[in-house]
């Protein structure tokens, strides 16, 4: 059974990445759940300023919570923060609204010498699928 460490939101950032990136922050990222070396979940909440004229949640803005999602699990998992996004492909279900939440749960599906890949789904507060994603890390050099 895989060792599951549920994460007080308020203090989730500092215990496992000792530093919130800029992007999270801005995003008001809420970690929810870490399974070590296998998944992370986190939770954005749908801010009138991600809203695009339709009254939704932006595309690039759903694909900016799954990025935040995919690097912190990349550095878990990892155990390096010397990697880089090689590729993010996000393919949107249903639209999110203001007021709503989406959660994002993100799981590594591959991880190697040189790259990790990993998958995620994002649902909103009633659980729906409104979006999932596929994205490819690379550990760096100096």
Request: net charge negative; hydrophobic share 40%.
């Amino acid at each position: 059974m895989p060792d599951t460490q549920t994460i007080n939101p308020d203090s989730a950032v500092k215990e496992i990445l000792n530093a919130a990136p800029n992007c999270f922050i801005m995003m008001d990222g809420q970690m929810e759940e870490y399974v070590a070396g296998k998944s992370l979940t986190v939770s954005f909440p749908v801010k009138d300023n991600y809203l695009n004229p339709a009254g939704t949640m932006q595309g690039g803005i759903i694909t900016a919570a799954f990025d935040n999602v995919f690097g912190p699990l990349c550095l878990l998992a990892s155990g390096t923060p010397m990697t880089t996004t090689l590729d993010i492909h996000t393919v949107y279900h249903k639209p999110i609204f203001a007021d709503d939440t989406l959660r994002v749960k993100a799981e590594v599906k591959t991880s190697g010498r040189t790259k990790v890949y990993m998958t995620a789904e994002a649902f909103n507060m009633q659980g729906v699928l409104i979006a999932s994603a596929t994205s490819t890390y690379i550990h760096l050099r100096k």
